[in-house]
């Protein structure tokens, strides 16, 4: 009985369309395509370490020539959330937003115009020193959540196939 159940139960999920995103390893599809992005630079802090983890995700900087081009705009926020009795904050929030552009090098279209973003929380204490330390710790969290939105989001782009234009 269990080995019917079980035979049922798999002919039902071939039967779903659900199929792995990296099928191929790194020969696959997404995975030669997420190695053909390039990532210009993004200024400032926030996009320095955003650029990196992106590089880092995406596999770029190969001897594959760059097919993708991704464009991002990033908006870095602190502000003070919590504020006592005597008017100092007791707590922050850090947001780090990205409008960013999958671009096709050889002819310009855009294949995809999304935004991905993320928040933290961060206590103020007495030294300085430790919510300055908090805040940075917040950031390099934030781009790396940042990242992974992104590269999952092209991933899926990448997966679609060419016939699909931006969203």
């Known amino acids: ?3 019917i159940f079980a035979s049922l139960a798999l002919l039902g999920l ?3 369309g659900l199929q792995p995103m990296y099928a191929g390893g790194g020969n696959g599809a997404v995975a030669q395509g997420l190695a053909a992005v390039e990532v210009p630079a993004i200024p400032g802090r926030a996009g320095w370490l ?3 983890e992106l590089v880092d995700r995406l596999g770029a900087g190969g001897n594959a020539p760059a097919r993708y081009r991704l464009d991002v ?3 870095d926020q602190l502000e003070g959330l919590g504020v ?3 008017d100092t904050v007791s707590r922050e929030r850090r947001t780090l937003r990205a409008r960013y552009q999958l671009v096709d090098v050889s002819n310009g279209e855009i294949l995809l115009d999304a935004t991905a973003g993320s928040d933290a929380g961060i ?3 007495s030294s300085e020193y430790a919510v300055i330390a908090a805040e940075q710790t917040a950031l390099e969290n934030l781009s790396r959540e940042v990242a992974d939105r992104i590269v999952a ?7 679609e196939g060419p016939a699909r234009v931006a969203e």
């Open 14 to 16: 071939s039967a779903c």
């Open 84 to 86: 006592l009795g005597d």
């Open 1 to 3: 009985m269990r080995a």
């Open 153 to 159: 989001r092209i991933a899926l782009r990448l997966r």
């Open 123 to 125: 206590d103020v204490v």
């Open 50 to 52: 955003v650029r990196n």
């Open 73 to 75: 705009r990033l908006d």
